[in-house]
């Protein structure tokens, strides 16, 4: 599957640059098109994959090119009023070769947690493809939950199907903040693009590779997707020697080892999600594998098919493989589609709602101290003047 890739503010600006490096070092080609779109002209500085004529900055003439300060409303308007432009320049997507559009951003902050919600409500009027979201949810508490509790609700109302990351669980003490969330933004790349090549025949003829008809009718369930991915080396069952191909062919036992190792792979990644969710409660799944061709076994497959089709009882189970000749590595990667139920989000929302009564409490903290501070209880000493009729109208000695 195709899609043309919007990243919109710092963070979603940034994961989209990650797909196109990845997918330059992997060969995984379903980027058909990518963007990215802010208000700061210093995070455009820093985009370094996608092409500078595919770069937007959303300026008006009322405000700097210097950010949203984390504020969506802002963020919300700023897309509005550059609409036209956005669409103008989204025009050189190539439509013959897009099966879908992904918005991407990151949902605590101003520009994309505002920006993405209103954007992926207009391009659904724009095309007659699918619209989906990719949002990532902050580590942060505080006020940026707040930001990502309303932007969440939004993105999930204007897009197809929103597929949901969240940081909290890739961080690692051991890197640095900058590190961190490089380390973040290629995993996010190396995941969903794997995803997104379920669609795509390989090149050495899959035999239950998934259909597209199969992928999209688990994507436009609708509601939120998280996706589950492991990996592992394939071990020496693909090397090819004398000795090995002579096991191969001659020992049922192999064959058996092979298609427990490519269940487990399937069972590990289950647990490996990018965010936290009652799999029981997902409509739909779609399973992809990928390594080397013998390590792929129907049996396997089959087995793993029917593995999570007991795990989440979803009403359709698509799956298939994608064998690599020569490859080391025995992967899986698992998108659960619709689920009803997930604590991060119930615990974001709630965390959201906490977060704007803090932020209430220290505006009227802050307005008491400011009228304490400058103001005098007995009205001894008077004002210089009135700021509501100018200087001259105050106590005069």
């Known amino acids: 599957m195709e899609v043309a890739a919007i990243g919109i503010g710092n963070g979603g600006c940034k994961v989209v640059d990650s797909f196109i490096e990845v997918s330059g070092e992997t060969g995984v080609e379903v980027i058909s098109d990518a963007f990215a779109l802010n208000t700061a002209e210093s995070d455009l500085s820093v985009v370094n994959e996608i092409p500078a004529s595919k770069q937007l900055l959303l300026t008006s003439p009322e405000m700097r090119a210097s950010g949203t300060g984390n504020k969506p409303e802002l963020g919300a308007e700023l897309m509005e009023q550059n609409l036209t432009v956005v669409k103008n320049a989204l025009a050189s997507i190539p439509h013959h070769s897009t099966d879908a559009l992904l918005v991407v951003a990151a949902l605590g902050g101003g520009t994309g947690s505002g920006g993405a919600p209103v954007l992926a409500n207009e391009l659904r009027t724009w095309y007659d493809i699918p619209v989906f979201g990719l949002g990532i949810l902050p580590s942060e508490h505080g006020h940026l939950e707040f930001n990502a509790a309303r ?13 949901v990351v969240d940081n909290a669980r890739y961080l ?3 890197d640095s903040i900058q590190e961190s969330y490089r380390r973040i933004n290629r995993d996010i790349a190396q995941k969903w693009l794997t995803f997104l090549n379920a669609g795509e025949q390989s090149e050495d003829g899959a035999e239950m590779y998934v259909d597209a008809a199969d992928l999209f009718a688990v994507l436009e369930m609708g509601g939120i997707s998280v996706l589950g991915f492991a990996s592992e080396a394939a071990g020496s069952a693909d090397s090819g020697g004398l000795i090995e191909r002579f096991r191969t062919n001659g020992s049922q ?3 058996n080892v092979r298609t427990r190792k490519l269940v487990d792979t399937v069972k590990a990644a289950t647990r490996n ?5 009652d799999l029981e409660t997902a409509e739909g799944v779609s399973l992809l594998v990928s390594g080397p061709p013998a390590a792929l076994t129907q049996q396997g497959i089959e087995q793993s098919r029917q593995y999570l089709q007991d795990l989440t009882g979803a009403q359709r189970v698509s799956h298939g493989d994608d064998p690599r000749a020569g490859s080391e590595e025995l992967s899986a990667a698992v998108l659960f589609s619709n689920v009803g139920s997930a604590h991060r989000v119930d615990e974001l929302k709630q965390r959201g709602k906490n977060a704007k009564r803090e932020i209430e409490r220290r505006r009227q903290e802050r307005a008491a101290k400011r009228r304490d501070m400058f103001s005098d209880p007995d009205d001894e ?11 001259g109208s105050g106590h005069r000695s």
């Open 253 to 255: 036992i192999d064959h």
């Open 151 to 163: 932007s969440f609700m939004d993105f999930g109302k204007t897009t197809d199907n929103l597929f």
């Open 273 to 277: 999600l990018t965010m936290e969710a």
């Open 381 to 391: 000493l008077g004002s210089l003047f009135d700021p509501q009729e100018g200087v």
């Open 172 to 174: 690692s003490s051991s």
